[in-house]
């Protein structure tokens, strides 16, 4: 599994919690906007290295941070 | 020009405040959590750090349970309203302010809740029996505030939190007035609800506040007071139903946001925190009352020696519109007088309908100024 990843939220506020907990983690991401052909949302989702899926998810999870899902772009 | 009305809003405001709202107007300037463009996701974290700062300030885990509205009065409304329903009992107080009394009372004028009253003792605090006696089988919210903004008398929170936990009520605590100034832990403290205003004591811009809700509250008891664009969810028509999305509809003002978060900055830098700001009130507090007292002739304090820097007074045989425009108008000395919002409170306090002078201290505010105040209210009196 090589190549990138995002992780979509509910919301925009989401968003940035899971960016600042991933700063906090020392995992590397980037806030970009949603793809339009993955959610129909205005805000932004969280792209990162799809190596580092597993601990993106437990991450949220250990910080109580609810995301819609993740999906390999 | 001497600035003595901190309670209806401080001023000045620390210059880290208006140089992060200057900054946000000119390098910023997106909507946040509009867009996926790089000005908006900077916009989105300014306001993203100010609702962490909040939640971290009030005690609460989840930094999505700080909604931002544009005042303490839009979170009263937000609470009160969308938690009540037809058949609901309210406890409240004597001492509260105009935007937690006519919103029960519109309520209460359809039809939909009773709301009691409590008159607390001769300083309008209550206590835990009069409280206990209070409850009724409909109970549903208990709505006080932490401090009041006429007399500064402050509500022993942590005792009628814990009876109205183990009773089954909810509380609703109007933080206007003691945030910046009293801390508050939403859950060793018993809170369900907590509305503020960022502009008093947190020294923020106007047109910012908010409602925050205690970690693992069931919102969904809660309905908002408007629905619209949230910028999520937007391929569907109904209000999405997740923290804060849910009662944040419409831009916020990100702008104020910026400048209320370095408010909270600068409390958390000052030496002790919460306890400079308290001393530094107290001692100003005392100065004042013990000062005047001596020199103006009729000087009459309806607030505690010992306070946080709010004190109501009057000078016996003058009005207080007379008392305040000369401060004013001769001294160049702000103050407030009236019924502050709180016609109640000045039943309670006796002072109704005339009201009273109101000196509200702010942490930039020095003996100095108040040498000259009571200078001031020397003359103003006459006398000896
Ligand atoms: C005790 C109290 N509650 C509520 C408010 C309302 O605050 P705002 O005018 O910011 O909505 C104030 C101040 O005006 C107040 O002193």
Redesign the pocket.
Known sequence: MSGESVILFHSSNYAMWAADALKKAKIGHKLVPVPRELSSDCGYCVRFDTLSAGQVSALMEKENIEFDRIEQI | MIYFDN???SYPKPSQVTDAVIYFMTKIGANPGRAGHSQSVKAGEIVFEARKKVAVFFGLKSPMNVIFT???????NTAVKGLLIKGDHVITSA??????MRPLKRLEEDGIITFSVLEGDDRGVLSVEEVIKAIKPATKVLVI??????TGAVQPVREIGELCRSKGVLTIL?????AGIIPLDMCADYIDIV?F????GLYGP?GT?GMVIRDGFDFNRIRPLKEGGTGSLSDKTVQPAFMPDKFESGTLNAAGIAGLSKGIDFLNSLPEGLKSVQLHKQTLQKYFIEKAKKHVKGFVTQSETEGYGVVSFTIEGLSVSEVTMKLSDLYGIMSRQGL???PLAHRRIGTFPEGTVRFGFSVFNTRDEIDSAVKALKEIAGGN
């Not at chain 2, 001492?95 to 937690?100: A, F, G, P, R, T």
Request: some cysteine; overall charge negative; glycine content about 6%.
């Open positions: 309670s209806a809003t544009s005042n303490a009065t839009e979170a009263l001492m509260e302010h105009n935007s937690v505030n932490h401090m009041s903004n006429v109007d933080c206007a007035q003691s509305c205003t960022g502009h008093k106007t506040g502050h919002c709180a």
